[in-house]
């Protein structure tokens, strides 16, 4: 997809979901900390779960300090909902120790710190940056960014590192981080993994897995779009 239909794609976008009471986040934070631990936990679950056990978290373990010092089974305990709760109980005891011992207990705010910390890759990275520190230095790729990002022909990669590339290269700096917000909208709300509602969809015209893409044929030199 070009540049100029690519900004129609946003503009729809822009249009259905990023009106003035857009929160632009699914997750509840109120500091650099609290928005890196949730997106850490956030792997493989859903933002509400997340929300859910935010409370008691952070009642107990406010900040960096508290949390490298936390009982691992007494965090495992809080975020057990979430899945996976012993290998996140490492990943943010592990990042909340680094943050106290190299970055004097404060959240980084550059890319290259940020991945340096234990469970954090780019798009926690980019999440992180964007909603923390207002910085902008990629597109956080999840799993609707990715399969919106294919069907849509803003990519034909799998990889989220090469995912992220292309639409970096396809949209301007200023809106890569609402394009998250928007792509995962709209994943939720149309572009759905398993029933898209292609014939609803306000951006049929413009996407080339549209009018009938549960069985429409790839049109990406003849490689597959990885639509449904
Ligand atoms: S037309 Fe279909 S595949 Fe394309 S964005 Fe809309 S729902 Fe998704």
């Known amino acids: 997809m070009d540049r100029d239909r690519a900004c129609q794609v946003y503009s729809i976008l822009e249009s259905l979901y990023g009106g003035p009471d857009s929160p632009r986040t699914f997750l509840v934070f109120e500091n650099p900390f609290q928005i ?16 859910a056990i935010r409370d ?27 899945g996976f709760y012993r290998e996140k109980a490492r990943r943010v005891i592990g990042a909340s120790r680094e943050i106290v011992d190299r970055f004097s207990g404060c ?8 991945l340096t910390l234990p469970g954090v890759g780019r798009k926690t990275a980019n999440i992180v940056l964007d909603h923390a520190f207002g910085v902008q230095e990629g597109v956080a790729v999840d799993t ?56 609803t969809c306000p951006l049929g015209d413009l996407c080339p897995s549209g009018n009938g893409c549960m069985t429409k044929k790839p049109v990406r030199r003849g490689r597959s779009t990885g639509g449904p």
Not at 107 to 114: A, F, I, K, R, T
Not at 178 to 195: Q, S
Request: aromatic content about 6%.
């Open 36 to 51: 890196l631990v949730l997106t850490i936990l956030s792997a493989r679950t859903t933002d509400r779960s997340v929300n």
């Open 107 to 114: 959240v980084p705010g550059m890319m290259e710190d940020l």
């Open 56 to 82: 008691t978290l952070f009642s107990r373990y406010p900040g960096p300090g508290d949390l490298a010092a936390a009982d691992p089974q007494d965090v495992e305990e809080i975020i057990r909902p979430l």
């Open 144 to 199: 609707h960014v990715a399969r919106l990002s294919r069907r849509l022909g803003f990519s034909s990669r799998k990889d989220p590192a090469g995912i992220e590339r292309d639409l970096m290269a396809l949209f301007p700096k200023d809106a890569w981080g609402n394009l998250n917000y928007l792509l995962i909208r709209h994943g939720r709300a149309v572009c759905t993994a398993r029933k898209p509602s292609c014939t």
